[in-house]
């Protein structure tokens, strides 16, 4: 299986060479796969913003606890989640899935209102929690589709979201940074861990089989 191998070649890259830039159109794979992500109920409730500006990565720098790989690397994925789970927002999605799928207007509507329930019995915080779970989804195939593109990739939670948040007008749009991904090519000569063997846990010990 050929995504297992690239899987084995892939780590968290620590530095980047700076002076290699990726081609959009790559880069739009990975967006590609991370927008074909499953998500609960299909709610979609999961934005990317992709910075490839480099005066605004290097702003990022300290917001990003001073991790190089935010101005290195050719381009910067933020995955945001919605806020919150709004009446409005739900029923865009609805509408949406009905016009695509050829639906009656209307068809989805019990459905539609059990989700409304669900999530209106929740605090903000608990559906922004939910919300936030998407985004790894997200974030997991994004990080696949790049190690078969033989793109370098850093999944970073290490950043202060509030500071993001505001530097990039999420909060205005009813969304809050959940992760980022740093996307680029290895610095193989200042990267300390390109050389290292890729650790994890034999299978048995991570998988339980109940026959």
């Keep these: 299986m050929q995504l297992l191998d690239n899987l084995k070649w892939r780590y968290a890259t620590k530095r980047y060479n700076s002076q290699v830039k990726l081609a959009d159109d790559k880069v739009m794979q990975i967006v590609e ?12 409730p999961v934005e990317m913003i992709l910075i490839k500006n ?22 910067l994925l933020v995955f945001a ?16 899935m009905e016009q695509i799928r050829e639906l009656a207007t ?15 019995a929740m605090t903000a915080e608990k559906q922004f929690e939910h919300a936030a ?18 793109i370098d990739s850093s999944p970073m939670e290490g950043f202060h979201n509030n500071q993001l948040d505001e530097v990039l007008g999420l909060s205005a749009r009813g969304l809050k ?16 861990l390109a050389p290292m063997k890729k650790v994890r846990l034999e299978t048995e010990e991570v998988l339980t089989i109940i026959e």
């Design 33 to 44: 796969a991370a927008r074909l992500a499953p998500t609960s109920s299909g709610l979609q």
């Design 54 to 75: 480099q005066t605004l990565k290097e702003e990022l720098v300290p917001i990003a606890m001073n991790q190089p790989q935010v101005k290195e690397c050719s381009h």
């Design 81 to 96: 989640a919605w806020d919150t789970y709004t009446e409005e927002r739900i029923d865009r999605v609805f509408s949406n």
């Design 106 to 120: 209307g068809e989805m509507s019990d459905y539609r209102d059990s989700l409304k329930a669900h999530f209106g």
């Design 133 to 150: 779970r998407q985004a790894y989804i997200a974030l997991g195939l994004a990080i696949a589709a790049a190690a078969e593109l033989k």
């Design 177 to 192: 940074s959940v992760t980022l991904l740093a996307l680029g090519h290895r610095d193989h000569e200042n990267d300390w």
